[in-house]
Every structure is written in structure tokens, then in C-alpha cells.
């Protein structure tokens, strides 16, 4: 199995999936629509979709199966790019190499288009079916709480609050961590393993999968924000430093946020194994996510 | 039955329901949690979780049925009262006669909390059960279609993309309408009507019931918001002229406007015969939405 072109696979479809379901721009308002897919087609790496995809796929299914969940779980990710790009949060100029939302449209069109995303990926959630053991009410609660108050929100709370904060610990950063990005990672991979009909245990792998590499994931992104150009990550580079915040290099140094990115995906890798050989593609996604370089 | 009283008892009931399922104040993270529950306990009228629970026993259900829905529309509901007041949008300073969200939380936190809210009122619908007739599926996909894109969120970049615009028309600002206003009282009316298992031509009624009401809400709103004063209002009086905005006064003027919505209450109320005396709740809603002065 080629990791690249799985993930080169799963994002055509995703992004097909996502433009037959998503409003054309030239939908009534115009402006809403088109700053919608301006930052949904903005070229992301389609790393949520493709776990869940790869999810459906270790459980038995197929990924057409968890097409509903992987652009839910991307509308929602996307959604909160836009909002956390805003001028009265990270106030970011770029992402994926082009201008942000609220740069391009202004910040009253960004914010709505971010609350319009959100409200979709609920949308997205009813194109799948009901399983054995699952329904929409168990797809629903999923996403309402990876992506709600306690989890995704609480860990963007933490971020704002803690820009220039002193004091800071290890503990801190992974609240923010756990909340931010393996939430929604998490999330991605159960949803996956629901569209196809997850056991119990199974699903409980997932979770374990989700979290480790989610964790993982933003380990390698505060590694890559401190090492690689602003051309390279599409994003402004050295803006974690920049603004006061916290990272992993900058509490325990890149030596040892490398061995704990790489702890982390030993954890994800192990935590599959009762999926035997079928999980042979979210195998190479967290090998894929710990070596990559942007 | 005495309508004010009715509002009073199911404004306290939703008001209990909403303090158990939103997250308490002192929940990490504690400025988030606050934040959303300022707005929402900030006393407002509480028509639309009224409207849910009087659809519901229209339909020959309780108002403990259509509690879920209740909730729901009022997160939703108080989510983009937040979103709109921010800087970028509206820019108000005041709401229900208290500082707005941003005002007091900062307007980094009041985006994450009307996020947060909205994310929320679809796990409320989550504390309904299914019926005979619809299932989570159908309640979520009420609530996402009556917010999202071409809805609520229409109404509002519309609203926005038309300040200042020469050459108004009335068919105009009845697009804005319908999607600020009637959108959510529709759906209020439906999904308490699907919690109490509603036929499809008791469905049929409510959603033209709620459509009259809705518009005839908005028509009250401009009237109210060029003759009343700002303290009692709650809100900001003459704001929508200050800003150019389009209302039925200023394009059709007060008298004809006033006209206008109470055409509008008699096709709502000629839309609720089908349900005999049980409407008899819903009949009064109508009636008070149009005598009211705040």
C-alpha cells in the first residue's frame, strides 16, 4: 500500500464528495457560497477524511461507506481554520499558502462562512446510513462533542488565554493539545469505524488510535512551525514563538519533542492491532503524519 | 387560557431544562461557559422554545415532549444573536438591556461562544426521542436546513451585503425576512410538532403557521424599533435607520407596515383550523407576538 497515493485517493474523492454536497457558489448569496469553498478546495491535506476513510476500511468496510463522516469531519475542521484565523483570535494573514477567509472576503462574510461550515458538517452526518448498532443520534453526539464546548472550543479557549500567559506547563499544552486537535482526530476515526459498523472493542481501538496520533500530529506541527519556512507550510512559520505561545520545542526542546511525536506514534501503531492486516492503511497515515515535513 | 401566563411557565421550564443541559459556569473552560450562558439567561422573550412547546400540544402532545426542540432553537437562536452583534456585523453595544457578549467576554470569546452555542443546540435535539414518524435524522436535518447556507445565514449576509444599497425593494428585504426570521419560528413550530409524532398535514399547518408568524415577528421588530425607545426595547431604537438599513417603515411606511402584519397573523391563524382547540395556545402566541411592544 502506497500511503501517498491512498492519501492522493482519499482526497479526490473527499474533495468530489464535498462539491457535490456543498452549496455552488453560484447559489444564492453568491459571496457566502463562494468563501465557503474558497477555503474548503484551499489544497489541505485531507487528513481527517482520510482516517476516517482508512477507519471504515480497518473495520471491514469500505470507504465509500464513511464518505458522510470524512466531509463532516473536514467541513468541520475547516470551519475552524476560518474562525481561529480571525483577527480577534490568531489573527493569521495566510493558510495553505493563500490569503485567509476574512482577508479575502473581510471578517463579517468569514465568520458566517465558518458558521455555515459548522452547521453542515451536521448536514453531512445524514447522508450516511443508520448500522446494527449505530444511528444518526450516536453520528450527531460524536461530532457535537468532539467539536463542542469541552473539547475542540475549550481547547481553542485555552489557546487565546494562554498567549503571553507565564507559568507555563507541560500539562497546560496538552490540555490544549488533546482538546484541539485529537478531538476531532479522535472523532474522525469513530465516525469511520460507526459507517462500518464498529464492535465495541473496535471502536475503543479507534479512539485510542485517534487520540495518540492526534497528539502526535500537533507535536510535529509546533516542531514544523519552529523549523520549516513560511513558503514551505503555507502558513506564517515562527508564529507560535512570535505571538508567546506555547509549543512543545519550547517547553522541552526539539530533541525531545521529536522522541515524543515518535512515543506517540508507537502508542497509535500498537493500539491497532487487533485490526490485523486490515489496518495496514491507518498504519502508514501515522507513519506518514510523523515523517512529514509540512 | 391566559397567553401571558402560558409564556411565563414555559419561559421558566425551558429556562431548567436549559441550565441542566448547558455546561455550568464553573466548568472548564470557565470564561467560555460563562460567556454562553450570559447571553442565554439574559432574559429574552423566549418566543421561540414557546412556539415549539405550543406546537406540541397542538399536535396532542406535552410541552416536556418538545423540550429538546425548545432548547434547541433557543441555543440556536442566541448563537446568532451573538454573531450578529459582533463588530464586523451589526456592531451592537446592547441586547435584552445588557452589554452584548462581546462587549463583556471580548470578541474572541464571543465568537467561540455563539460557536459553542450553536454547536450545542444540535445536541440538544439529541435528548429527544424518536416517534413513529420521524427520527434524529429528521429532527437534525430541520435544524441544519432552517440555519444553515440558504437560511438563517442567507438572511444575515444579505442583511449585511445590503446596508447602504440604493435601489431597495420590499421583495428585498422579504428575502432578509424570511431567512432571519421566519426560517427558525418554522422550524420551532415543526420540530415541536415532530416531538409530538405530528401528521404530515399537522406538519403542513405549523410550517405555514410559523412562516406567517415569523414574518409577521420581523414586520413588529421594524415597526418597534422606529417608535420604541431604546430602554424599552433592551436594544439600541433607530439603529436600523442609523446604519440604512431596509425596514417595512422606511420602505412602505408605519401605517402600511402595520397593516401588513396583522394580515399576515389572520393567515396565521386561518393556517392553524385543522387543529381545532388544541391551537388554542398557538392562536394566542400570534395574537401577543402582534400586540406586543417590546
Given at each position: 500500500m502506497d500511503i501517498n497515493k491512498f492519501l492522493e485517493q482519499s482526497a479526490k474523492s473527499v474533495e468530489k464528495a464535498l462539491d457535490r454536497w456543498v452549496p455552488k457558489g453560484r447559489i444564492k448569496p453568491q459571496t457566502l457560497h463562494e468563501s465557503m469553498r474558497y477555503s474548503l478546495f484551499a489544497?489541505?491535506?485531507?487528513?481527517?477524511?482520510?482516517?476516517?476513510?482508512?477507519?471504515?476500511?480497518?473495520?471491514?468496510?469500505?470507504?465509500?461507506?464513511?464518505?458522510?463522516?470524512?466531509?463532516?469531519?473536514e467541513c468541520l475542521h475547516t470551519y475552524s481554520l476560518i474562525h481561529d484565523d480571525l483577527p480577534c483570535m490568531?489573527?493569521?494573514?495566510?493558510?495553505r499558502g493563500k490569503p485567509t477567509n476574512h482577508k479575502v472576503y473581510g471578517e463579517g462574510i468569514a465568520v458566517l462562512a465558518g458558521d455555515a461550515l459548522l452547521t453542515i458538517s451536521f448536514e453531512m452526518l445524514l447522508h450516511a446510513e443508520a448500522t446494527?448498532?449505530?444511528?444518526?443520534?450516536?453520528?450527531?453526539?460524536?461530532?457535537?462533542?468532539?467539536?463542542?464546548?469541552?473539547?475542540?472550543?475549550?481547547g481553542q479557549v485555552a489557546d487565546l488565554e494562554g498567549e503571553n500567559a507565564t507559568d507555563r506547563k507541560v500539562a497546560d499544552l496538552k490540555f490544549i493539545h488533546e482538546r484541539k486537535t485529537s478531538a476531532l482526530l479522535r472523532c474522525s476515526a469513530r465516525l469511520g469505524g460507526m459507517a462500518?459498523?464498529?464492535?465495541?472493542?473496535?471502536?475503543?481501538?479507534?479512539?485510542?488510535?485517534?487520540?495518540?496520533?492526534?497528539?502526535?500530529?500537533?507535536?510535529?506541527?509546533?516542531?514544523?512551525?519552529?523549523?520549516?519556512?513560511t513558503e514551505n507550510l503555507g502558513k506564517t512559520a515562527g508564529k507560535d514563538k512570535e505571538a508567546g505561545k506555547m509549543t512543545y520545542p519550547s517547553l522541552i526542546g526539539l530533541d525531545k519533542s521529536r522522541k515524543y511525536a515518535e512515543?506517540?506514534?508507537?502508542?497509535?501503531?500498537?493500539?491497532l492491532e487487533i485490526f490485523g492486516d486490515q489496518a495496514m492503511i491507518l498504519n502508514g497515515l501515522a507513519g506518514y503524519l510523523l515523517g512529514r515535513d509540512r
Open positions: 489544497g489541505g491535506k485531507r487528513v481527517r477524511p482520510a482516517v476516517s476513510l482508512a477507519s471504515s476500511i480497518a473495520c471491514g468496510g469500505t470507504s465509500e461507506l464513511a464518505m458522510p463522516m470524512a466531509c463532516a469531519v490568531d489573527d493569521d494573514d495566510f493558510r446494527t448498532r449505530y444511528t444518526h443520534r450516536d453520528f450527531v453526539r460524536e461530532l457535537a462533542e468532539a467539536s463542542g464546548s469541552r473539547q475542540l472550543i475549550a462500518a459498523d464498529a464492535t465495541p472493542e473496535q471502536l475503543s481501538a479507534l479512539s485510542e488510535f485517534g487520540y495518540k496520533v492526534g497528539l502526535a500530529f500537533q507535536v510535529i506541527d509546533d516542531i514544523l512551525d519552529e523549523t520549516q519556512s512515543k506517540l506514534t508507537r502508542e497509535a501503531f500498537a493500539s
